[in-house]
Nanobody
């Protein structure tokens, strides 16, 4: 089993930055692909970014390309999401997710483990 705990959310003004962290328990973290998803009120949960087990492959939603960066530190069992140039439409609950495969994918149904989420609110 893998447990995921997100941190780093909060309230920020448009144009600002936040860095989300996801700490994972379990010895198999380094062999899992990881992803960040978000869900705004009344909307479906959508992929934001995902990263392969080694960090060598990433994918991003078109809406965040060039503004967000996903990374991981396998020695610390942690995955990060650096969010820059934040917009009000980025407001959502952000979830960390892991899948028992080495390669990232955008479909939320392919992820096996989920964190509880952290709120990100961007004011205009």
């Amino acid at each position: 089993q893998v447990q995921l705990v997100e941190s780093g959310g909060g309230l920020v003004q448009a144009g600002g930055s936040l860095r989300l962290s996801c700490a994972a328990s379990g010895r198999t973290f380094s062999s899992y692909a990881m992803g960040w998803f978000r869900q705004a009120p009344g909307k479906e949960r959508e992929v934001v970014a995902a990263i392969s087990w080694s960090g060598g492959s990433t994918l991003y939603a078109d809406s965040v390309k060039g503004r967000f960066t996903i990374s991981r530190d396998n020695a610390k069992n942690t995955v990060y999401l650096q969010m820059n140039s934040l917009k009000p439409e980025d407001t959502a609950v952000y979830y960390c997710a892991g899948r028992t495969s080495r390669y990232p994918i955008s479909s939320r149904d392919e992820y096996d483990y989920w964190g509880q989420g952290t709120q990100v609110t961007v004011s205009s």
